[in-house]
């Protein structure tokens, strides 16, 4: 141990000159309290997780069910927002469906069973799920046949519905033909019965993408809860050659929005060339486009909202990566997707102030280090009542090995001209190389994530594989609650303790500072007088 001295006599002028600096200290810590509360309130709102993640399907907690669900489509019964409805894609042990029902708010689930078509193949693929605005819930769907010549391909869409929030469901009626690839559905908000299709619609197949290029994505409208269907309506021009993975929303309204993405020259993708197997993704550029319709679909005006889209993996035709479109309050529209442009996945968020007509962005939404080498990849975007747009996607900056999963999710309340920190969804990583197509070192957790944005809070849905049970390759569906604190900084504690700190430091210094030159004058005068 060092020797011990004998400490100096204090000097009565340092010790008055330590005071100001001991109180400015004060003030600081009060202020970074209260900045605390600010950083990560998100404009003045905390988020928390309540409760914890908890599985939906019933098989994460039987060993003995190895099904791989993904994909999750989560919809709220606008006439009753306790009753949730997931529907979910199954790649394992084959190719199929489930839908869950909760009649508690997502406390509790249930599975009910589907009344599916007769096939061979697969009766069942992809399915998505919508409520309309008189609460009746509709579930559409593709079948597999196969084909001579073409091999195994989609041989229709299906469509059932529920008028018990999901309890049961009508016999399955078929909407559409053969060849009809990454189908999704939507429901007008405002009229009960009317809803959209949207669709890849192929001539051709061949075993990892499709043989021609040309094939465009088209839309479809019923104003009969389905019992009808309009002709197929062309969306993409011609001069899109290769595109793929629609999307669509409406806006408040009526207008449509639908996304997509024209991948170029990605013959690798579009046409299979990679046979199934991973790899370095393309290295060309994609461009992110979105097409708006005034009246109800029948025709489509397009803007490129981003020509410079970096590819951060390579895709099957059957279940791309999607963007995610949303609507919100006036003329707002959001779109979000991952980019690789700075070397490694990073998600972007573009935002429109005109319905469409025009684009801002991209802003990237994950606050991690630029060109970290960690993936942030596959945003779902959903805008709650009061305007505020949450964006929940997998994130994998707590592993520099760039392999295991987290859930995280950020919020805009400045109409995604920026976002507040991430809130960790997932309370344990995952393995994000466990489930179909692992063995050909392309594995998929689906094309897309659950979210829900209401005025209060957020749920989140997503296929996590923390059971680790590789080499069945399963996937489960795990959930998080979040809550968002009242914004007024008066409500919030912490803040306003920082806020008291920061003036009762402010107040002390001011006094300490004005007694220290009241002292310090009278040498001075004393000097002078002598």
Known sequence: MPEATEAAPADPVRRRRRWPALLFSLMMVGAGVGAASVASGLDGRTARVVGGNAPLNAGAVDSLAISAQNSPALVANPRNPANLVVASRVDTPRFSCALHTSSDGGASWAETGLTLPESDVVACFGPDAVFDAAGTLYIAYTSFANVEGLGTVPEAVWMSKSTDGGRTLSPAAK?????????????????????????????????????????????????????????????????????????????????????????????????????????????????????RSVDSGDTWTETVVDSRIAPAQRFLMLFPATPSVS???????????????????????????????????????????????????????????????????YDRRADPKNVRNEVSLQSSFD???????????????????????????????????????????????????????????????????????????LKTPLKLGGIVVAGLGVLVLAASLAGGRSRRREPDEAEAIG
Request: no cysteine.
């Open 415 to 489: 109409k995604g001209a920026s976002f507040g920190p991430r809130l960790r969804l997932s309370d344990r990583s995952f393995d994000s190389t466990i489930g179909f197509g692992a063995n050909r070192d392309m594995p998929d957790l689906g094309s897309r994530l659950g979210l829900l944005a209401t005025d209060k809070g957020a749920l989140a849905v997503w296929a996590d594989t923390r059971s680790e049970e590789r080499e069945i390759g399963k996937q489960d569906l795990a959930k998080a609650l979040v809550s968002f604190s009242d914004p007024d900084p």
């Open 175 to 291: 909407v559409q033909g053969n060849l009809a690839f990454q189908m999704r559905l939507i429901a007008d908000p405002a009229k009960p019965g009317r809803l959209h299709l949207t669709w890849l619609q192929a001539a051709d197949s061949v075993a990892w993408g499709l043989a021609t290029a040309g094939r465009p994505i088209v839309t479809s409208r019923s104003d009969d809860g389905g019992a009808t269907w309009t002709p197929p309506v062309t969306v993409s021009p011609p001069a899109r050659q290769r595109v793929v993975a629609p999307a669509m929303a409406v806006g408040d309204d009526g207008q449509l929005y639908l996304s997509y993405l024209d991948v170029g020259d990605d013959r690798l993708d579009y046409h299979g060339g990679h046979e199934g197997k991973g790899g370095e993704p393309y290295a060309g550029k994609w461009a992110l486009v979105v097409a």
């Open 327 to 393: 609507a919100g309050e006036g003329d707002a529209v959001y779109v979000g997707f991952h980019d690789a442009r700075t070397g490694d996945a990073d998600v972007s968020v573009w935002a429109s102030k005109d319905s469409g007509r025009s684009w801002g962005g991209p802003r990237r939404v994950n606050d991690t280090l630029d060109k970290d080498g960690t993936s942030q990849y596959l945003p779902e975007l959903s805008v709650g009542p009061g305007g505020r747009l949450d964006v929940v996607y």
